[in-house]
């Protein structure tokens, strides 16, 4: 289809340019907003779990596992340093109640998961024998022998040799080592529970053992980096020639102990690296990594060989697939509708040992949301194909969306390919900061909360 003539952005237009980090989040990791997911919504859910699967849409399945050995200062997700080993089993059995309700239900219409995400939390903070309970429970429920990708996310500093080689006897694929940075001091002031020397031995055993493919995750801009410093983490992240690697920028939502600090001090800026700074960092990082033969693939991913190298769960989490979550606060898509579990630890157990589902917020997505869903998620991989959108929604998103396109052409943010509606790799480093520029004027002041 030939390209559409994007019409120039009016003077005045834009999202303001970010400087200091301040508190709030800046990832946008879904549409709309939690803020905008409601309990009295839940009853929606309830019905479309009880509906077919749509057509050609692939399962997937989230477990979390909220047991962290320490929480990070600039963690915001629902982690617990305090339970002991009957809560741990208690929530281990949680999860397999949970699944069973949801494995009974007309929406799986005798699927398979394609992809298997274990998230936290820290799921390496559980034994051999807990991730082997878990798991054959949930295989007996859903099986996986049709599982494209099994990944895990684990701490350095719980990854025995004996706790790799059980992980990787359950069938994961990917493992997702949660490195963060290489600087001793950086971690530890940071509020991570591993060194360095942790990292390396966990990483070349992983190697050693066969993992098919093994990311490592960076963080730009953390409490006292530096830049001597930041370049000596990239350069021996490069060293390991990891399959991919996640670099994410530093940002401080308010439930971290990053901004407890601030608000007890009454200081609005953050103790981070400003924003230039931080994509700076990560572009330096991107181009150490090109010069070794790696592609980058989206916002926050390198990857060695992108012929070999997928992240099945990003792809069906981008292009709407049913995601079915289970565990404490975590969040999922099930025919058309988005929901989220309790996101306490005792109300969540309580509602599972009570023979319910712990839903609770939902929200339906209009059809022109599930649209601007897709799209700007996408966007985040650095170019959008106009034909494929035109396939599946029967409208080209270059007229769909044709207003903030042009303001971001106008900015000089935007690329034209053929088909393709890129970005430039400017743009790609605060992609989430330009996304709002999409969002409806409704949505535009939700928090990622």
């Known amino acids: 289809m030939s390209s559409i003539t994007i019409a120039p952005p009016p003077k005045t237009a834009g999202p303001p340019i970010q400087k200091e980090t301040t508190a709030g989040n800046y990832f946008v990791a879904n549409y709309p907003p939690f803020a905008f997911w409601k309990q009295e919504a839940v009853p929606e859910f309830a019905a479309a779990l009880e509906m077919p699967p749509r057509p050609g849409v692939p399962l997937g399945l989230y477990t979390h596992i909220p047991f962290c050995r320490k929480r990070c200062h600039f963690c915001y997700f629902r982690v617990y340093t305090d339970k002991n080993a009957d809560d741990i089993k208690g929530y281990i059995d949680a999860l397999l109640k949970e699944l069973a309700v949801y494995a009974a239900k007309p929406f799986i219409g005798g699927r398979k998961p394609k992809f298997i995400y274990f998230g936290g939390g820290t799921p390496s903070y559980l034994s051999p024998d807990q991730l082997r309970f878990l798991t054959d429970g949930m295989k007996a429920l859903l099986p996986w022998d049709e599982a494209e990708e099994v990944t895990f996310e684990g701490e350095p500093g719980t990854l025995t040799d004996h706790k790799l080689r059980a992980i990787r006897d359950l069938g994961v694929t990917r ?101 230039a700074t931080k994509r700076r960092w990560v572009d330096f990082a991107f181009g150490e990594f090109e010069k070794v033969g790696y592609t980058v693939t989206s916002t926050t991913t390198v990857v060695k060989d992108p012929a070999q190298v997928k992240f099945v769960y990003r792809q069906g989490l981008f292009t709407g697939a049913d995601i079915l979550s289970i565990g404490v606060a975590s969040f999922g898509h099930i025919n058309g509708v988005h929901y989220q579990n309790h996101h306490d630890f005792q109300p969540y157990v309580d509602a599972v040992e009570a023979g319910g589902l712990p839903t609770h917020r939902a929200y339906t997505v209009p059809d022109d949301e599930r649209y601007l869903r897709e799209f700007i998620l996408q966007l985040k991989l650095g170019s959008v194909g106009a034909e494929a959108f035109i396939q599946k929604f029967g409208r080209d998103p270059r007229e769909q969306f044709a207003g903030p396109l042009a303001t971001l052409k106008g900015q000089g943010y935007l690329t034209e390919d053929g088909d393709r509606i890129g970005l430039t790799r400017d743009a790609l480093l605060q992609v989430d900061r330009l996304l709002h520029e999409f969002f409806k004027p409704e949505h535009k002041t939700g928090r990622y909360a």
């Open 175 to 275: 493992l997702s080592l949660g490195i963060e940075h290489f600087d001793d001091h950086i971690l530890e002031v940071n509020g991570r529970a591993h060194r360095s020397k942790e990292v390396l031995r966990a990483y070349h055993y992983a190697r050693e053992i066969g993992f098919p493919q093994i990311n490592i995750d960076l963080i730009a801009g953390m409490v006292e980096e530096t830049e001597e410093k930041w370049k000596e983490t990239v350069a021996k992240a490069v060293e390991l020639r990891p399959d991919s690697v996640t670099i994410y920028q530093m940002e401080v939502p308010y439930n971290t102990g990053i901004y407890q600090q601030m608000k007890a001090e009454g200081k609005l800026v953050a103790p981070v690296a400003d924003w």
